[in-house]
């Protein structure tokens, strides 16, 4: 236990610094004292060059400044459009658990907007490099289809047209599989107080329900089915860890998300001189991840 709560400190201690050098802005109609308009994800990844080749070189993504701490724990951090997509590289043994949304309760999705005159060049990078892509779904706006990373992480790319706006591409989805499309709903309204949108038909007799927060997406479906949950910190899980909201004062945060019948899963403490962190607890143990930088 105390082994885990070290590196859990660590871990902290590592977003820590990737925010303090990438910086946050006051934004406004942002729920719960959010400083940016967006959200950040948090992964477990078990190979830092196999990281690096799928999110850099293959999908083309920037890189930003690496944080090493040591041998066995480095964060890897890449950037698409303004949202940062941080990798812990977990050298615990574990393993990812392929299948995508249907396999499992929890973070099993991000969706990545690129300009549509990059599809090509992206596509065959993926093939060259042996990923394997899924079939595209095309209209005249956009073309996405899925590809697993090493991990067997999911990532939807969505080409998106010039019709829409290259502003576009800034946009970043985060796809949820929970137990419970009613409680899920209910707890990212009243609870963390995102923006609820219009329901979908998903097809294949499922439905998509979407909130939103900023120019952050996060959809989440329902499959059915006897399936795990995968949810859990970097050190506990290869995958789709937490989703990270930068704020300005984590104590209030933690008032309200109580008050509002949310759970804690850690609480706030601080480290060094630079930053506050805790982590809230969802349905299907879905982890949101809210920083605090003090200076």
């Not at 979908?200 to 997406?217: A, F, H, L, P």
């Not at 850690?266 to 299907?284: A, Q, R």
Request: proline share 2%; charged share 20%; no cysteine.
């Amino acid at each position: 236990m105390q082994q885990k709560k070290m590196k859990h400190l660590v871990v902290a201690a590592a977003l820590a610094t990737a925010l303090s050098v990438l910086g946050v802005a006051q934004a406004a109609d942002l729920p719960l004292g959010m400083v940016q308009n967006h959200m950040n994800l948090v992964v477990s990844a078990t190979d830092a060059e196999k990281t690096i080749e799928f999110y850099g070189t293959v999908l083309g993504l920037e890189r930003l400044e690496d944080v090493k701490f040591s041998d066995d724990l480095n964060l890897l951090r890449f950037k698409i459009g303004v949202t940062e997509i941080q990798f812990l590289i977990n050298q615990e043994g574990h393993k990812g658990l392929p299948g995508g949304l249907g396999s499992a309760h929890g973070i099993r999705l991000m969706a990545l907007m690129f300009p549509v005159a990059e599809r090509a060049a992206i596509m065959e990078r993926v093939e060259s490099h042996g990923y394997k892509a899924g079939k595209f779904t095309e209209n005249e706006t956009v073309a996405y289809g899925v590809v697993d990373d090493h991990d067997a992480t999911q990532v939807e790319l969505v080409f998106v047209h010039e019709s829409l706006g290259l502003e576009a591409s800034e946009w970043f989805q985060i796809g949820l599989n929970v137990g419970d499309m009613d409680g899920m709903k209910t707890y990212l309204t009243d609870v963390m107080g995102y923006e609820e949108l219009a329901d979908e038909d998903n097809g294949g007799g499922t439905m998509k329900y979407s909130s939103q927060v900023g120019i952050t997406r996060v959809k989440y479906f329902h499959f059915g089915g006897d399936v795990p949950d995968h949810s859990g910190t970097p050190g506990e899980i290869v995958g789709m860890s937490m989703i990270q909201h930068v704020v300005s004062d984590v104590d209030a945060v933690r008032k309200t998300i109580t008050e509002r019948g949310g759970t804690i899963h850690t609480e706030p403490y601080v480290i060094g001189e630079l930053l506050k962190h805790m982590v809230v607890e969802g349905p299907d143990g879905i982890l949101f991840q809210f920083i605090q930088l003090l200076h």
